[in-house]
């Protein structure tokens, strides 16, 4: 991420240690035809400015619903979450967050380029620097050449890909991700995972990242927190001791398998309750 | 402006404020939300009838241009037995008859244009052709072919319920996406197979469509019919006759009964779509 | 590219084959063909009690070939023969000058117009109200019903009335007939877009609302591309339901141009080839102006990647 | 020059010629009036348009005023070119019937719009019912046209002695094949084609010359169609918007209009009696229900005379 | 997999060692908006009965056009491709094969249970046999308890775990898999990796699985071919050494690993390319 210069800071910026998502006692229940499902139960959690936070657990567990609620869209029915300090509502409103969600969602009747754009159509930004940003984040993900293609007319993971680069094209402080590197492969995946990583450090983005893969979320963040299959609770905080510079190679230090190992390990655990 | 006026204007102001709290209100349990879902458009529809009983009387209307409700609604008590008789022959003759044939050939035709690619090609731009036949021209022509009695309706019925069907069902059948159509080509599903177990549930949707817009048509379509020639009943017939006599109270007697009938057909219709589309992002709340 | 025989389709067939196998021509040719030959048989079937009748009444002798070449030949026949009705066309069309009031042509000019009136102010209101009922809670439950109550009324029976009080606050011509097809055209149109509207994927709505964005933004880039294929759709049906409204419309305003009017003076004055021409007029009327929607709905759907 | 809309009752054709010519001819014109004719049609009742503004005086006949007038649009007539009514009921001789008994267990097809009255009051004074029954008459209604006679689809229709009765003839019957009863000799008829204004205009002493010199004019003008029915019908031809109409047809209709013209426009009273009396005695729901008053006024045409 | 006796073979199975699927001079090119796109470019390859065989690359190279043409979903443009020893078409016809899509694609009109029931009613399976089946498959996902869900009511690895449910409820030989397991934890991954490990190993199944996971295609394959990014070539075919009896902890052996690093360094390779 080379054009550093260009990104600028939004106006809502917490200050550093702030918390940008604080849930106390969060609970969601879904109403479905054939009974309630509780997706989230007594969620507490806190996420200070400049972390990277990741969520792994089983498939099911409520990880997205999560991301969901700290996204205001869906309203817990239990307990309280702030974000930024805010209403999760307000947060929204301020344009506060990218989003990434676990499916693509591009609209099959614009271009990858126009997809990009889109929110940059919205948040209002110029021509000019629309078609910079959609250029610079297009390269970022590797899909230059494929500006004019229709959704449909590209592989699963370059869809993925695009809508990474949607997110990234606007510069929020807080990243909300749901498994976007998961239709990727590992080539790609290592050269992503550096690119978000240097595009954190340099910046004072604070990220949420739902990820199935353990290495992947040892190797990012500074926090992982494991969740338990339904209804979803917080089962284990890990925080990471590896430095904030993080090489690929990294992943072969013990402290990293040590991590790793951990989070295996909750993750088991997790797995056993079923 | 005289006081008649200004109190139907001052009466719709307040329901139109009452209407904009009422339905921004989210009540829990879904008796309420259903009572609610009810009162409000009653409420809009009383305010109407209020303007209007205004409007009569205070511009001093004459009663052959447009009576008052209040006499429309004393004429639709008194005259129940020959409105009852009336509805009985167009409604549940006619526009029951035509629309279950008019929607059903439309469908067909769009299933035989979908299946053959020939028909596609030679029939769909003749189909189109029918798309206007126009009423008071079929009318008459139906008439003579099959004679006075509800048979010749339910004939122009069909005309023009049969192609907002066909063009809603052969847009609908194209609407299933690529993805699902492969994975029947894996299962190497039959033509019925995908057509039963794809398409038509894709193309529910679209075909809903056409049987709501059609509901109210074909009403339309047999009352109109009935100015070209009835024995002397049939809602048309009266209202075309009482025209003539310049009871135009009856007149809108009959046209209550129409929007009645049809606004209830059109709910039945509307609900079923929800039974059986409740997966559609317009129903499931998208 | 190197084609292999058998994996790629032959493309050897001509040119001239080749359109008429897989071009629109030959197939309406057969169909239409299978029509008329549909159309002769019900014209000496329907005709025939009247040609037997009239040969009685004259008793004269008669054989199957008199039958058939007369009933396709009779003056205020049930059904007249294809052949009557292009003559009569061909005759009022072309064998007429183009200005006079006795031109097929002129007729449809005057009803198209009305037509295309009416339809450009139904789609608009249809839009309208559509938008309104999908954003504003308060007019989804109060409006929707009595748009649809509205059009339970038969319109013949009070189109008289709008007219008259359109006239008396001054409004005449063009106006109130293509009221008469905006009544009708608006409400397809209104049903189907607050469906489409209301079509696009929980996620992209999510999507959007990440974006904060508003209402405005969410109609313009999700709802209304989103809705393209109920509108089309909606206003293929609108169209032709447009031009029947401007017939209908015609009828109050006095029947004097217009199709309704040619439908109407061929009913009174018994004249059924002048009544199957204004019909065959107002019909290809309709096709051209449905087939022009799906030229538009094609156009448009392939600036926005549809796949075949 | 004073403008005057005048709404007729039917489409353009020869049963209006007067009015045509007059406009033609420049009668209008000469009084100082610029005269607008409005066609009608089945979709047009004359008196809303009046009621609603649209016009000044009508061409109407006298059920549908009448009736008009009982439901509270106050129409009067002042002038009544037309003397004798031009409606029969028109059968196939081959159906046996030969005289109006003869009606029992037959369909009889008629217009509305107040045109059932006359034959309801005829049949009850015939004894029959109109059930539909054995002993009785089925009775339908027919669009304006000849095609149920012509199709058998009823036995009898009603038909205008200038218009519809020839249509049958053009179809391919004959005088011979057909029985015609015409509803005046029946003491069944009605007036038709009368002029008619609201009521309270009449109060306003211009409006009353401008309708004067209106009727003057449009004398002239059936003067004129009666001494020169060919030119007229032509004339009628020329303003027909529709461009449906036959040469022969309106020359024909012209000839037979003339027959139903009276010496001049006053409403004879005796008339009047006879088409009240017919419509009250109407069955179950007679068009009017009692004897009207002040329906009409000779004020105008004894001023224009 | 313990309802075993209840698994049939189908009407064509070819002989053992026969080739079940047979590829020459294989390219695709599709024809965009803007210009050709060459999705694949002369592709050999055979894969004999009873093979499991996984498909790896960079993404957008190839992989899932490749399984399409073999599902007869897509027509090579250029070369020639047998399938079971006739043409694509012929085998799908026969129904030889399931495909999992890389996309759940459930229909949204039908329960979770109706849909894995979809292909079943259409092979015209007794309603009693249809409903023993869809228990199973559904237990084997993980997904009972949610028989009467509707897709958009469950996560997204959940609705990913119904459509391979769907593809295994009924015996193909030929399974053709395009990243299943992609939006699954490890742990729920290591679970149905194993099961199907051991339904290929208990039946003669041919098994074409893409993945982007390298220990994943070395785990499971007997051969990974590693393809190189647009126009997909393949670049590499790894036979794997280890036996057909692989429990879990095989993946940390030496030759396990060995292969890995081979297929790291034939990607690696590929990516060079760009
Ligand atoms: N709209 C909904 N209606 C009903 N239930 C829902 C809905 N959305 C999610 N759920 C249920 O909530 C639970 C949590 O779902 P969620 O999508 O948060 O899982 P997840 O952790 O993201 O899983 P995965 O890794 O598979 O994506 C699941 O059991 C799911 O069935
Ligand atoms: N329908 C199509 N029209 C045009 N181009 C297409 C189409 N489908 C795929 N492509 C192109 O073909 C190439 C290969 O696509 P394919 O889906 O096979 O990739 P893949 O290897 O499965 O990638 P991934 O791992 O990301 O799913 C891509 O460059 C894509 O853009
Ligand atoms: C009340 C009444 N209104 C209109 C007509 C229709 N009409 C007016 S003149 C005429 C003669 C034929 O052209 C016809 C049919 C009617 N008969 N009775
Ligand atoms: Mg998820
Ligand atoms: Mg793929």
Redesign the pocket.
């Known amino acids: 991420m080379n054009a550093e210069p260009a990104i600028r800071q939004h106006a809502i910026s917490p200050q550093p240690g702030q918390k940008v998502v604080e849930a106390r006692g969060l609970g969601l229940t ?3 035809n054939d009974g309630p ?1 509780q ?2 139960s007594n969620v507490d959690l806190s996420v200070a400015r400049g972390e990277f936070v990741s969520f792994i ?12 609620v700290i996204a205001d869209l869906e309203q817990p029915t239990e307990g309280a979450i702030s974000v930024n300090g805010m209403s999760p509502e307000e947060t929204r409103r301020a344009r506060a967050y990218g989003y990434v969600f ?1 499916a693509a969602g591009l609209f099959p009747w614009r271009t990858i380029e126009k997809n990009v754009a889109l929110p940059l159509e919205i948040m209002g930004y110029s021509r000019a620097e629309r078609r910079e940003r959609v250029a610079r984040t297009l390269d970022l993900v590797n899909l230059t050449g494929f500006e004019r293609k229709f959704p449909w007319q590209l592989s699963g993971g370059m869809q993925q890909r695009a809508s990474i680069a949607r997110a990234l094209a606007f510069d929020a402080d807080l990243l909300l991700m ?2 976007p590197f998961g239709a990727l492969d590992e080539i790609v995946r290592d050269h992503l995972n550096e690119q978000l990583l240097q595009l954190w450090a340099r910046t004072t983005k604070t990220i949420c990242f ?1 990820t ?1 893969s353990i290495p992947e979320a040892v190797y990012l963040s500074t926090r992982i927190v494991v ?1 338990s299959p ?1 209804p ?1 609770r917080v089962t284990d905080v890990i925080e990471s001791p590896l430095p904030k510079e993080r090489p690929l190679d990294i992943r072969e230090t013990p402290e990293f398998l040590e991590v790793a190992h951990r989070v295996r390990e909750g993750l088991r655990a997790g797995h056993a309750d079923d | 402006m005289n006081w008649t006026i200004a109190g139907a204007l001052a009466f719709w102001a307040g329901a139109w404020a009452l209407n904009e709290r009422l339905s921004r209100l989210e009540p829990r349990s879904p008796a309420a939300k259903r009572a609610l879902g009810l009162l409000v458009p009653a409420i809009f529809g009383i305010t109407l009838l209020v303007v209007w009983e205004g409007a009569v009387r205070g511009f001093d209307i004459s009663p052959v241009l447009l009576p008052p409700p209040s006499a429309i609604w004393a004429r639709l008590v008194s005259a129940v037995p020959i409105l009852w008789a009336d509805f009985q022959q167009t409604f549940l003759k006619a526009v029951l008859i035509g629309y279950a044939i008019g929607c059903g050939s439309g469908f067909l035709v769009a299933i035989a244009i979908d299946r053959s690619p020939f028909l596609q090609r030679g029939l769909l731009p003749l189909g189109n052709f029918v798309s206007a036949l126009p009423i008071i021209g079929v009318a008459p022509i139906m008439v003579m072919w099959f004679g006075f009695d509800w048979p010749s309706k339910a004939a122009v019925v069909i005309i023009m319920t049969f192609f907002p069907m066909l063009v809603n069902t052969v847009q609908g059948l194209a609407s299933s996406s690529a993805i699902d159509r492969d994975l029947m080509r894996t299962y190497a599903a039959s033509y019925r197979q995908t057509l039963f177990k794809l398409r038509l549930p894709a193309a529910a949707p679209f075909i809903f469509n056409a049987l709501k817009i059609n509901s109210t048509l074909a009403l339309i379509g047999a009352i109109v019919a009935e100015f070209f020639g009835t024995p002397i009943t049939g809602m048309g017939f009266r209202i075309s006759t009482e025209v003539g006599r310049m009871n135009l109270d009856m007149v809108w007697a009959e046209i209550a009964v129409a929007a009645l009938a049809g606004s209830l057909f059109y709910g039945l219709v509307a609900l079923t779509e929800r039974a059986v589309t409740f997966w559609h992002p317009s129903i499931r709340g998208g | 590219m190197t084609a292999i025989a058998g994996t790629i389709p032959s493309t050897a067939a001509s040119p001239l084959h080749r359109r008429l196998a897989q071009g629109k021509t030959l197939p309406i040719l057969i169909v239409l063909a299978a029509l008329l030959a549909i159309w002769y048989a019900f014209t000496v079937y329907l005709n025939a009690p009247w040609q037997i009748d009239a040969y009685e009444r004259a008793g004269t002798e008669w054989t199957a070939t008199d039958l058939v070449r007369d009933t396709m030949a009779q003056e205020r026949p049930v059904l007249p023969s294809p052949h009557q009705v292009v003559a009569e066309i061909w005759q009022t069309t072309v064998g007429t000058r183009l200005t006079s009031k006795r031109n097929l042509f002129y007729h449809a000019w005057i009803t198209l117009s009305s037509t295309l009136l009416g339809f450009a102010l139904g789609t608009a209101l249809g839009i309208l109200l559509a938008v309104g009922i999908v954003h504003n809670r308060a007019m989804d439950k109060s409006v929707m019903p009595w748009v649809i109550a509205s059009q339970t009324i038969p319109i013949l029976a009070i189109a008289p009335m709008i007219i008259v009080v359109l006239n008396a606050i001054g409004l005449s011509g063009l106006l109130p007939k293509a009221l008469i097809s905006t009544y009708l055209s608006f409400f397809p149109i209104v049903v189907g877009m607050v469906k489409g509207f209301r079509s696009p994927e929980a996620i992209q709505l999510d999507l959007m609302r990440t974006y904060n964005a508003s209402g405005r933004q969410t109609f313009f880039k999700l709802r209304w591309p989103a809705a393209l294929p109920y509108l089309f759709t909606s206003m293929k049906v609108a169209v032709a339901i447009s031009l029947v409204g401007a017939i209908v419309g015609e009828l109050p305003t006095g029947a004097v141009s217009g199709l309704g009017a040619r439908l109407l003076a061929g009913s009174y004055y018994g004249q059924t080839v002048q009544i199957w021409s204004a019909l065959f007029m107002a019909a290809a009327l309709a096709a051209v102006l449905v087939g022009i929607v799906g030229l538009a709905q094609r156009l448009a759907l392939a600036r926005m990647g549809g796949r075949s | 020059a004073d403008d005057v809309t005048l709404q007729l009752k039917w489409v353009t054709q020869a049963q209006f010629a007067g009015y045509y010519v007059a406009a033609d001819k420049g009668f209008y014109e000469e009084e100082d009036l610029n005269v607008e004719i409005k066609p009608g049609g089945p979709d047009i009742a004359p008196v809303q348009v009046l009621a609603g503004g649209g016009a000044d005086v009508m061409v109407d006949w006298m059920p549908s005023a009448l009736a008009a007038r009982e439901k509270g649009v106050p129409v009067v007539n002042i002038a009544q070119p037309f003397a004798r009514s031009g409606l029969t009921m028109v059968c196939r001789k081959e159906t046996g019937i030969e005289k109006p008994g003869d009606f029992k267990g037959k369909t009889l097809g008629t217009w509305f719009f107040g045109n059932e009255y006359p034959l309801y009051s005829w049949l009850s004074k015939l004894g029959l019912p109109r059930d539909g029954s054995e002993n009785g008459v089925t009775v339908q209604k027919i669009g304006f046209n000849v095609d149920p006679l012509l199709q058998k689809q009823a036995d009898c229709i009603t038909a205008m002695t200038y218009n519809e009765y020839w249509q049958i003839i053009d179809a391919g019957l004959t005088t011979d094949d057909l029985v015609v009863f015409s509803y005046t000799e029946q003491g069944v008829d009605t007036l038709e084609d009368g002029l008619y204004v609201l009521e309270d205009k009449l109060d306003d002493p211009e409006f009353v010359d401008k309708m004067t010199r209106f009727v003057k004019a449009s004398m002239k003008g059936w003067q004129w169609a009666r001494d020169n029915p060919d030119e007229a019908a032509m004339i009628v031809l020329d303003n027909d918007a529709t461009g449906a109409q036959t040469e022969k047809h309106q020359k024909r209709m012209m000839g037979e209009i003339a027959k139903l013209l009276g010496d001049d426009a006053t409403l004879d009273g005796a008339a009047y009696k006879r088409t009240v009396e017919t419509l009250l005695q109407g069955g179950s729901d007679p068009v009017i229900t009692k004897e009207p008053e002040g329906a009409f006024t000779h004020m105008i045409t004894e001023k224009a005379m």
């Open positions: 879904f109403h479905t499902v997706a989230l657990g089983p498939s099911g567990c409520g990880k997205t619903t999560f991301l969901r676990q749901d498994e739902v199935h969740m339904r979803g």
